[in-house]
């Protein structure tokens, strides 16, 4: 393919295909973006839905979200786009193992987005709207699964289309799989280099905790050596008041200190008890089991401001042991070297690190509380963001240390969902609607969060997928699993009945 080259009143380098808006690409080159079009304006909308067949519902850009100005999206018209000249460069283009062009720059903007530390995104008015219907070949999409996963998501949709095609799908599986291709690598392209910070924005911290006490101190003694200190931390304890080490926050502070305790339940009710008190430009959302660096804030607003975001979620890094220090968490950086620099939009939320302008906490009303007693909450508030415009990026330059002690935390009341039988304690999710003898598996939350954000055909892809992974994960067990088999559906359909109730309840928040 032969690209046009332009280069922006900043000097910057950029290939293009058709005929962009030169003006608004301007504006767009400081910005997240490493990728720009407006390919769902063109015919690609919704493109290759086969793609659940491996992300399931577990990946927040399997579906498009149209309606928003500028969004993150992987699926790239190739006859009008921008591109970084050297992110292009390093991804060495469109691949020639396609059978079109189409199905190339979606293998670009696959692998830039989910394993590439870069970013594709679609921006309305960057090219003009076209009417075209883009196809891609049985052929080509098999090629794509087998360039970017391993072989058995290959066959697994296989298996699936061939319940509903023709033959033709397994003549099309065997030519790929004979023929010569590349496998696609996981390299990267590396984060920017982050500016010194402009500017006095004030930022608030959030730290929910519940019998972890000595863990807090320890959290509230790195922010305070922080280089660039917050205004405000908020503590919303919940540890039993005969649990409580009394005095252990009262001390003289660099910040301000506020510690309210919690009379109601759950974390997500915490973080909005404690997001009214915030009155801050940035919160960041922490988890009491955590460690940070002193420049760990700063390079938050640092990371922000080069990349003129919003929000972004940071590098968590897992402790081997819950009494590794900062300095254990400088030597596991040291070690990772230059392979931790990958920036690229978040494919998750993380509630241990993360940083966001309260404006845009507020507009989506901070934490939905159906998620208390369970999981997947920070998932949901991630997903809501980006549903309501965010770019939300990933931050490897503000890590924090995660300790996971073996007790306390807000899961003790959610350990409760383990529990049958008379000795259980309701939980939130349950609407007074007790579990009774069978545990529901997954968790209600979960399929909540996966009712709420995705399509009535991907949540049924997501049951067969989740059935077929326990019949076949362990082949030697198979037969006693075909035998536990209407035991597993009735808990997957009970979990699915406490998810739907909670669905027509609708969000909560207070």
């Known amino acids: 393919m032969i690209l046009k080259e332009y280069t922006s009143s900043k000097g910057d380098s950029l290939l293009y295909a058709g005929s962009p808006d030169f003006e608004l690409l301007e504006n767009l080159v400081d910005g997240p973006g490493d990728l720009w079009h407006s390919s769902l304006d063109q015919g690609f909308g919704g493109i290759f839905p086969e793609i659940l067949y491996q992300t399931a519902v577990f990946w927040w850009y399997l579906n498009d979200l149209p309606d928003l100005e500028k969004s993150v999206n992987w699926r790239i018209n190739p006859d009008a786009f921008v591109v970084r000249k050297n992110l292009w460069v390093q991804f060495n283009g469109f691949s020639e193992d396609y059978n079109s062009w189409a199905a190339a720059s979606l293998d670009l903007g696959y692998r830039m987005l989910r394993f590439g530390g870069a970013m594709p995104l679609y921006v309305k008015g960057l090219f003009l709207p076209k009417d075209q219907v883009p196809v891609i070949s049985k052929e080509d999409k098999y090629l794509f699964f087998l360039k970017n996963f391993k072989e058995r998501h290959a066959w697994y949709m296989l298996f699936r289309e061939l319940l509903k095609n023709s033959f033709s799908e397994l003549r099309a599986f065997r030519k790929i799989r004979k023929s010569n291709f590349k496998t696609n690598g996981f390299e990267f392209f590396p984060a920017r280099q982050i500016e010194k910070y402009v500017g006095n924005a004030t930022v608030d911290v959030i730290i929910p905790t519940m019998m972890r006490q000595d863990y807090t101190l320890q959290l509230l003694e790195d922010y305070a050596n922080q280089t660039y200190l917050p205004t405000k931390v908020i503590v919303v304890d919940a540890t039993p008041e005969n649990e409580r080490i009394i005095g252990i926050y009262d001390r003289e502070w660099p910040f301000e200190l506020i510690v309210k305790w919690q009379e109601s339940k759950g974390s997500c009710r915490a973080r909005n008890e404690a997001i009214e008190l915030s009155d801050s430009d940035y919160i960041i959302f922490a988890d009491d089991d955590t460690r940070i660096l002193p420049d760990f804030v700063e390079n938050h607003l640092r990371f922000l401001q080069t990349y003129n975001v919003d929000a972004c979620t940071g590098l968590d890094v897992q402790a081997t042991h819950h009494r590794q220090d900062l300095n254990d968490l400088r030597n596991i950086l040291e070690e990772r070297g230059k392979d931790r620099y990958k920036a690229g939009a978040a494919q998750t939320f993380n509630n241990a690190n993360s940083f966001v ?46 300790l996971k002690p073996p007790s306390g935390g807000y899961r003790v009341w959610g350990g409760q969902s383990a529990v049958i039988g008379k000795k259980r304690k309701i939980q939130p999710w349950e609407l007074n609607k007790p579990v009774g003898n069978i545990r529901p598996v997954p968790s209600p939350t979960l399929v909540y969060g996966i009712l709420k954000h995705f399509k009535p055909i991907q949540v049924q892809e997501y049951k067969y997928r989740y059935l077929f992974l326990y019949l076949t994960r362990d082949l030697k067990k198979l037969p006693i699993r075909l035998l536990n088999l209407p035991y597993k559906l009735n808990q997957f359909n009970k979990a699915m009945f406490y998810a739907k109730n909670l669905l027509k309840r609708g969000e909560q928040f207070k």
């Open 357 to 402: 302008k309260r404006e845009r906490v507020l507009e989506i009303k901070g934490n939905d509380i159906n998620f208390d007693g369970g999981y997947g909450e920070d998932s949901d508030f991630g997903y809501r963001l980006i549903q309501n415009g965010v770019l939300l990026i990933f931050n490897p330059y503000s890590v924090n240390l995660h």
